[in-house]
Each structure stands twice: as C-alpha cells, then as structure tokens.
C-alpha cells in the first residue's frame, strides 16, 4: 500500500528545514493588514507553532482587494480577531492569540516570549516604536513595506544589523505627516491611503515569511542589505547597509554612554524638546527627566543642577525605550 505523506513532507524533504524548530517557534506579527494577514497565512501553511497577531484596526471595504483572509461579511471585525478564526482553519495545530489593540498596549511578555517579530505597520511612528523596542529586547525584525508598485524588506538583528533608525532610506517626512496627532484616538484621525495591489504584497508578504522561517532555520538570511522590489520592471536591488556608529537605538557607542547632544544654558526644557523634535524626530508629548525628577517645560537649563557629561532621559511617543541625551552645556 502506498504511504501518505505527512502535511509537512514536501518541505520536510528540504534541505536545511527542521520541522521541529518550526513546530515549537512563536512570531508575533505586529499588523494584520496587506502584509501581516499573508505573512500569517504562510507561516500557518508551513506549520509555525504560535502566532500572535497585532492589529487594533476593524475590516473595511477598500481591504478587500489585497487582504485575503477577510471577506464581505467579516466588514467591521477587528482585522486580528477574524485573521485568527480563519488561520485556525487553515491549520488547527497552531496556537493562536488574537491582539485588537494598539501595539504600544500589548503586553511585554508577547514580545519577549516571540522568536521573530514581523513588521506589517503602515506608519512610521509605529515602525520605529517597534524597531525600537525589537532592539531592547533583543527580538529579529522582519520589516516590510510597500507602497504601490515598490516595495522593500529590511532583516534587523539587534546589534549585529543596521536598525530601522541606522539608516535614512525611510521616507520618514511622509509617513510621519500621516500619523495620529498626539492625544488623538487614531480612529478620529483620517488614517493614510496609500496605493496598495494584492501582487505586490503577495511578493513582499511571501519574502518577510520566508526571512522569518530562515531566521528560526539558521538559514543565510538578507542581513545588513536593504531589498528594494520593483514590481513594474520586475527588478530586486539590494543595497548595503552599514550599522551607524551613533546610532540612538543600536550603537554600542549609545548603549553605553548616551547620545552626546549640545544644550545652550539658556534655553529652556520647552526649546530643547522642540529641538529634539527637529533634530532626531522625537514626537510629542515629550517628558524629561534628570535625576529621577521631571523637568517641568518652563525650566530654564541654568537654573538646574545640569552639567555637561551628565544624563537626561527623555521619554516620547515614538520610541519604545527612553533616549538617553549626554549633556553637553554651551
Ligand atoms: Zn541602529
């Protein structure tokens, strides 16, 4: 009698593939759009052991052209709570837990407990948030973004690779003008309508999880380069990239001593924090502490016990850990 193949033989019979790894591997996916829903898809296909999904978003009509996990009746549904119900039955073996909130409101232990974070966001802000944190804990980050007919993959990691923040490639005025003013509920705000086709995310899609299951293989993966995808010409460029000695996420430089940032002692903390919008992106509301205090807005720096080579840590938004600021007085 012939012998059935088992639901994994055909990729078992791969070389380098360990089943067993895959079976016992966690990959929180931050975003369950275009992307996420079909990096989910695929890990589920191939037999990942636990997925949990991020995505504070409800379905809506204009998705139903490139998300294939959501139908016409499913308008309206938290995107991750649906995503789940149609993952497990694609493949009922895997452990499955559905997030519908924002991503900065999850549980720590969700990311600590992941092999791999795959970045399905749609804004900037959330993206350096999540490299940010990725890095702190020492998670690899699968980031993928597109934008019409384009698209690019980035594989962090942490201390090995370029970070998200190492590198100018993301066109960040853009997506930083599309994001949620502070103090804002993001469902008041019109959220960005970027040009998006089921093909290009599909290609985009298939890459992250194929990054994502070689990261948990030790298969060679696409560290230090940056992967553009033109869908128009058909092309792949890859770009080099370099990890940035200052960088104020991943630089042992930073790490270690802070960032050294110049402070007039005649400003006030309500100037520095404009300054530090203008200058390293930070976004509003923005808190500063020296010497476990907070310095209130309208404090001028000379008339606090501030020396140069001492810490401030700054808090913002956009970031998932403090930024550590070296004073340098003037
Ligand atoms: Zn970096």
């Not at 992307?35 to 409800?58: E, Y």
Request: proline residues 5%; neutral net charge.
């Amino acid at each position: 009698m012939e012998k059935v193949e088992g639901r994994y033989h055909r990729q078992e019979i791969l070389e380098g593939w360990n089943q067993g790894k895959i079976q016992q591997s966690t990959v929180l996916i931050a975003g369950v759009g275009a992307l996420g829903s079909m990096v989910a898809v695929f890990l589920s296909l191939m037999g990942i052991g636990k997925l949990i999904l991020v995505d504070m978003d409800t379905i809506e009509l204009s998705n139903l052209n490139r998300q294939l996990l959501f139908t016409e009746k499913d308008i309206g549904e938290f995107k991750a709570k649906i995503a789940a119900q149609k993952l497990r039955e694609i493949n009922p073996s895997i452990h499955i837990v559905d997030l519908s909130k924002n991503l900065t409101e999850v549980p720590r232990k969700y990311f600590e407990e992941s092999d791999v974070i795959v970045d399905g966001l749609d804004t900037f802000e959330a993206r350096r948030w999540l490299n940010s944190l990725c890095v702190g804990l020492k998670k690899p980050l699968v980031h993928g973004g597109m934008y019409g007919w384009y698209g690019n993959i980035q594989v962090i990691i942490p201390y090995r690779t370029p970070c998200l923040e190492c590198q100018p490639l993301l066109p960040r005025e853009r997506f930083q003008k599309s994001c949620t003013p502070p103090g804002k509920k993001r469902e008041n705000v019109e959220p960005p309508k970027f040009p998006g086709v089921s093909t290009i995310s599909a290609v985009l899609s298939g890459i992250q999880a194929q990054e994502t299951i070689k990261i948990l293989l030790d298969l060679p993966t696409l560290i230090d380069n940056y992967l553009f995808y033109d869908g128009l010409s058909q092309s792949f460029t890859t770009i080099k990239l370099e990890r940035n000695p200052k960088c104020i996420i991943c630089s042992d430089e930073y790490r270690l001593e802070g960032i050294e940032y110049a402070i007039d002692k005649k400003e006030t903390i309500r100037e520095l924090k404009n300054r530090l919008t203008a200058t390293l992106g930070l976004v509003a509301p923005i808190r500063v502490i020296h010497k476990t205090r907070f310095v209130e807005d309208d404090t001028k720096i000379e008339d606090m016990d501030l020396a140069s080579g001492d810490l401030l840590f700054v808090y913002d938004k956009s970031l998932g850990k403090p930024l550590k600021l070296r004073a340098k007085i003037s």
